[in-house]
């Protein structure tokens, strides 16, 4: 019995729905093809926020062993914590289930340390502490019940032009240095297969248009800066070793 009840808890605080857990363990229907999906949409949902928990790691690791930036822009770093931070405080302020947003609080750890680092190799670093101050006083202001849902609704909206214009200021930074100095061939397709899968995830769990339009985008423009890191892969590996 005790082993039964650990399973629906588990289930239902995790997986599934009430009714779903009816469907599959009680009706042992384990076709119903909305519950599949639940299912399917949850385990997705799952991994990326564990796959997240790392996703900018190889990032940060490649910075700190060059102890260089090179090849990474500032601003598109900005825009971005933008864009992060507009889905985490918009999914918590909604009730949505962490399973559809949870990712984006460690997206926002590793994003801001890479961007600590921008400013730390660029002999910033009291600038960059400043920053980190700031941002979460911001964060905190956003979340408290004192900001009309309304503000975080505009923030989670600015997401798009936010992410459209983040993800051009890479692309063109990439263009223009003709590689993708340290720019970690690994984190940009975790990326680009988390905001795919996000797609899915959004549909099945929010049904937000808002949502699900941000991560069109952000899979549109994550995709060109995987083929620009494919197609200048030589030329950045050659810098790679040179500057090491």
């Not at 009816?22 to 009706?27: D, P, W």
């Not at 992060?84 to 340390?113: C, D, K």
């Not at 248009?209 to 060109?224: D, E, K, P, R, W």
Request: some cysteine; glycine content about 6%.
């Amino acid at each position: 019995m005790a082993a039964t009840a650990m399973l629906r808890s588990l289930a239902l605080n995790f997986f599934l729905t009430e009714k779903c857990y009816e469907e599959f363990f009680l009706e042992f229907n384990l076709l119903d093809v909305p519950c599949l999906k639940l299912l399917l949409s949850k385990v997705l949902g799952l991994s990326i926020i564990a796959g997240s928990v790392m996703v900018k790691l190889p990032q940060i690791l490649k910075i700190v062993r060059a102890q260089s930036t090179e090849g990474l822009s500032f601003n598109s770093i900005l825009l971005e914590m933008l864009a992060i931070s507009g889905t985490m405080v918009y999914g918590i302020r909604n009730h949505f289930p962490f399973s559809s947003w949870g990712e984006a609080l460690f997206l926002m750890l590793q994003t801001l340390t890479i961007g600590f680092l921008i400013l730390h190799y660029s002999s910033q670093t009291q600038t960059g502490v400043c920053c980190f101050l700031v941002y979460f006083a911001l964060v905190s202001l956003l979340l408290a019940p004192v900001t009309p849902l309304r503000v975080v609704s505009l923030l989670q909206a600015l997401n798009l032009p936010a992410i459209m214009v983040s993800r051009l200021l890479q692309i063109l930074t990439n263009y223009r240095n003709g590689h993708t100095g340290q720019l970690s061939a690994i984190t940009v397709f975790l990326l680009f297969g988390g905001s795919l899968a996000r797609i899915f995830t959004s549909v099945q769990e929010t049904g937000d248009q808002l949502m699900i339009l941000t991560y069109l985008v952000a899979s549109s423009f994550n995709g060109i800066i995987a083929a620009q890191l494919l197609y200048y892969w030589r030329v950045s590996t050659e810098k790679t070793q040179k500057t090491d």
